[in-house]
């Protein structure tokens, strides 16, 4: 891919236009990802949607941070603090929320609680916190830190080559392979894996702007065609067959690590094209607008309703995937109605009392 391809722009006049004119549909992008978060944590019990939401549900939040990331007119030490202020210290608010919920629940001890406090303060380790949606907020922080030095380089096409660089590092040369057995404290190693995603939705946001703004016949027939091709390809991932298996030597560790970011870009454009179809869902969108919240309280939300529940008798089991589905969107509601309004007046309690460089 060329330097020259790679550095085609819109006019920034025309950005900021399409940026508050398509906002609402990248906001039911994100409502998607996090309802397939919470559908994909309920394991067997979701069906064919629980190895298939693992397929693209991480790196879409990765593409999307990257894809707005072209609104980013801050330098690199306001971005930083900026970063600090969003997602660092959410981070901690709903982890030392989550300690006390599950320590409440669970009548833990004060040595057990301080390991869940070190765990924390270590940025909750993937796959190995309690809270398992929190280790996304210090990886994506760390994918920011790395993008924001990288972007210095100023040649789009260098980036791409540095976060494949990364990529492949990551998987193939660090002792354990991150999307496997992840280990660095606030989740690093992840963050190299899961950088290409980020400067994917960077790069890729003039062509997808382009894209959803159609004006002529043959590029509405461009639009439908390519919306065809991803939704059967998404199907098709549904079902558990990867057409990229068809292909040749794709056994081949090198090659199966690029069909996989080819595979995952595939999925993601299908639900652009739903997303962009959906955006008069005015529900939907306000969902997207709180995607941290909800991300931050899926762990306490899933013990905080059973719990409610059987206070009445009642025994909340899933054991089907519809009914994953029902309670994925439902607690989404709960959290969105109930929860997210006093912690947004929580903190923007702190973050007013505390001092960042402007």
């Not at 309690?130 to 990288?150: K, R, V």
């Not at 999925?267 to 997303?275: A, C, E, M, T």
């Not at 969107?329 to 309004?341: A, D, R």
């Amino acid at each position: 891919m060329s330097n020259t391809m790679l550095s085609t722009s819109i006019p920034m006049a025309k950005i900021e236009t399409a940026n508050h004119a398509n906002v609402q549909w990248i906001n039911i992008l994100k409502c998607i990802g996090i309802f397939t978060i919470y559908l994909g944590h309920y394991g067997d019990s979701a069906g064919y949607f629980y190895h298939f939401v693992f397929s693209f549900h991480v790196p879409l939040f990765f593409f999307i941070s990257g894809y707005l990331e072209n609104f980013n007119k801050n330098g690199f030490t306001k971005t930083i603090f900026k970063k600090i202020q969003t997602i660092l210290i959410p981070f901690y608010f709903f982890g030392l929320f989550s300690i006390i919920i599950f320590s409440i629940n669970g009548n833990y001890n004060q040595h057990f609680i301080l390991q869940l406090i070190i765990g924390l303060a270590q940025g909750s380790i993937r796959n190995q916190y309690f809270a398992g949606s929190l280790w996304f907020l210090t990886s994506l922080f760390c994918i920011i830190l790395i993008f924001q030095i990288i972007k210095l380089v100023k040649y789009k096409s260098l980036i791409l080559i540095i976060s494949f660089i990364l990529y492949f590092t990551a998987q193939n040369l660090l002792p354990n392979n991150p999307l496997i057995s992840p280990s660095w404290c606030y989740n690093l190693d992840s963050a190299l894996v899961y950088l290409i995603f980020y400067t994917f939705g960077y790069l890729i946001f003039p062509y997808i702007n382009k894209m959803l703004n159609l004006n002529n016949f043959i590029k509405k027939i461009l639009f439908v065609c390519l919306f065809v091709v991803t939704f059967i390809y998404t199907v098709e991932m549904y079902f558990g067959n990867d057409l990229f298996n068809l292909i040749p030597y794709m056994q081949n560790q090198y090659v199966s690590q690029i069909t996989f970011i080819i595979s995952t870009l595939i999925i993601i454009l299908f639900w652009i094209f739903v997303s962009y179809m959906l955006q008069d869902a005015k529900l939907l969108g306000e969902i997207g607008m709180n995607t941290l919240y909800l991300c931050g309280n899926e762990n306490v939300i899933k013990l905080l309703i059973p719990t409610l529940l059987s206070m009445f008798g009642l025994n909340l089991t899933i054991s089907t995937p519809l009914m994953a589905c029902i309670m994925s969107m439902l607690l989404l509601l709960i959290v969105y109605k109930f929860i997210v309004p006093f912690q947004k007046c929580i903190l923007n309690g702190i973050n007013n009392h505390l001092k960042f460089p402007k």
